[in-house]
């Protein structure tokens, strides 16, 4: 196997590493994310101790990477121009940095520190990718190659301060586009066949392509957005909230403290659920049957998603003191 290896040519090696990549991220993605407990993904706390899925998925991450990094860097040509160059150096900078910061989200809760050092790492390969996909080898020029490094970049940078939610790199989509280019980029190299030019086309056939390309940008764009950032671009969101009545007396509860026509009658000790539309703020309500406010909490929608969408009224009048 090591002779075999051995005398392959360097567009056959990269291929190969390109392929095996893909691989890695087709069977990790399930292995990992796939698998994991619904409630590893509310909070980095909860994620730090969710193995032995955390683990796989940055094990692969970190395979994938270092491999579609060596296929890039091997068959690599001079830098066409100083965006081409500074690329290169920002991208050879983030291999370390995001599997560094990837393997360093292992140690326990050094996930909460280590987790921001890899986005960081992404951010910078993200850059490199869309880059070397627009100016590299013509074997390696890639429409679809900037796409998948743009939408890396700006999942990275758009990840660095999140502690509410868990993604997987790039996106939860990501994986789509990404196993696409690098299998067709792995066949570029295999064969050594670069992508023809486009040949000249009439206007009304111009036209039809420029309508279509819009048509599928405004379809696709709140998929990407939802996958990206996590935040819903179409329709109205909601969670599952669970609310328990831990007093020793019958309650009503309200979802808004300032409509009190609707309300719920929660027993001592019962639990309810309700589908809640998403917001960036909660302020819900209770007051015992004497119509006395006893627990008006003021929840951020990641304080609620940390507590895994979680209500426990107490009676405590003072939070509803100044409200």
């Known amino acids: 196997m090591v002779a075999w290896f051995g005398h392959m040519a360097v567009r056959e090696r990269a291929a190969l590493f390109a392929w095996a990549s893909a691989l890695i991220v087709v069977i990790v993605l399930p292995l990992s994310y796939g698998r994991a407990p619904s409630d590893c ?10 193995d032995p899925w955390r683990a796989i998925a940055t094990l692969g991450d970190a395979a994938a990477t270092l491999l579609m990094a060596a296929a890039l860097w091997i068959t690599r040509n001079a830098a066409t121009t100083r965006l081409h160059r500074v690329a290169r150096v ?3 900078i983030g291999v370390p940095v995001a599997i560094g910061g990837s393997l360093g989200a292992l140690s326990g809760d050094a996930y909460l520190m280590a987790r921001p050092v890899a986005a960081v790492g992404f951010a910078a390969l993200g850059f490199a990718l869309s880059v070397e ?3 590299g080898d013509p074997l390696i020029r890639s429409r679809l190659g900037v796409i ?13 301060p999140r502690d509410d939610w868990i993604f997987p790199t790039g ?12 299998l067709r980029l792995g066949y570029r190299l295999g064969t050594g066949r670069a992508p023809s030019p486009d040949a000249p086309r009439r ?9 279509a390309v819009v048509l599928l940008f405004l379809l696709a764009l709140p998929f990407w957005i939802r996958s990206t950032f996590g935040v819903a671009s179409i329709g109205d969101p909601t969670n599952l909230v669970t609310v328990t009545n831990a007093t020793s007396e019958a309650i009503d509860f309200y979802q808004y403290r300032d409509q009190r026509a609707y309300r719920e009658r929660i027993e001592a000790g019962e639990t309810k659920t309700w589908d809640w539309l998403e917001h960036g703020s909660y302020s819900p309500a209770a007051e015992d049957l004497a119509g006395t406010p006893i627990f ?3 929840f951020q929608d990641r304080e609620l998603r940390r507590a895994h969408y979680q209500i426990t009224v107490v009676r405590e009048p003072a939070t509803c003191a100044a409200r």
Do not use: H, K, M, N
């Open 296 to 298: 008006c909490p003021y």
């Open 171 to 182: 996106g939860e989509l990501f994986v789509v586009p990404y196993v696409i280019w690098a």
């Open 133 to 135: 996909s627009d100016r």
């Open 41 to 50: 993904f509310y909070s980095p706390e909860d994620f730090s101790r969710c």
């Open 90 to 92: 920002v991208g050879a």
């Open 203 to 211: 206007v009304q056939a111009e036209i039809v392509a420029d309508i």
């Open 148 to 160: 998948v490094g743009a939408t890396l970049a700006v999942w990275a940078i758009a990840y660095i």
